[in-house]
């Protein structure tokens, strides 16, 4: 199933029928937990690592619902000290302190589809997605994109400005707006 925003990765049965090997999740309070997501003052944050690159430590965060800015910093600090050990959300756990530290970037209103690995009851099946989900920008509003919800982005302050490749409302042709 292919569509010009995402593509649902398939595989062909044994009597040539096609079945995703992946589904969409729309996630919610009784499970976001168990899916990576840590739970502050009814907010669900979660890390999220640069596609191109693996990191120790997230390169942006998403929150999920259309959030206020200062509430994702709140946030994003709570799911670094819980994950890391870490309250400072400046840098990176080990950094120079004494380094310039940048300002905390802006958070975006935008859309992300989440995609999840469906595995048969016997156990995984050692795939690179088994045991993961993964999130992918989504260009409009769930009412024209199925399985579109609505999140708040905030890169972290410490990575670099293009690690996470955000949405950048900016940009005429982001699905994106800036946080208030």
């Known amino acids: 199933m292919t569509t010009t925003l995402y593509e649902i990765e398939t595989s062909e049965g044994d ?37 191109a690159d693996d990191h120790l430590y997230p390169v942006a965060f998403i929150v999920l619902g259309h959030q206020r800015w200062a509430d994702i910093i709140e946030a994003a600090a709570a799911y670094m000290s819980r994950i890391h050990g870490w309250r400072n959300l400046h840098l990176y756990p080990g950094d120079d302190p004494a380094a310039l530290i940048p300002r905390i970037p802006r958070a975006v209103h935008t859309h992300g589809v989440f995609l999840r690995h469906p ?27 199925p399985g579109a919800v609505p999140i708040t982005a905030m890169r972290h302050p410490a990575a670099p400005a293009t690690a996470a490749g955000l949405p950048n409302p900016d940009d005429d042709r982001a699905p994106a707006s800036w946080a208030a």
Do not use: K, N
């Open 119 to 145: 595995h048969p009851d016997q156990g995984g099946c050692g795939c690179e997605w088994d045991e993961t989900w993964r999130m992918v920008w989504a260009p409009a509003a769930p009412a024209t994109e």
């Open 15 to 51: 009597d040539g029928t096609m079945h995703p090997v992946e589904q969409l999740w729309t996630p919610c309070a009784d499970d976001a937990a168990d899916s990576g997501f840590v739970a502050h003052r009814g907010l669900y944050v979660t890390g999220i690592d640069d596609a």
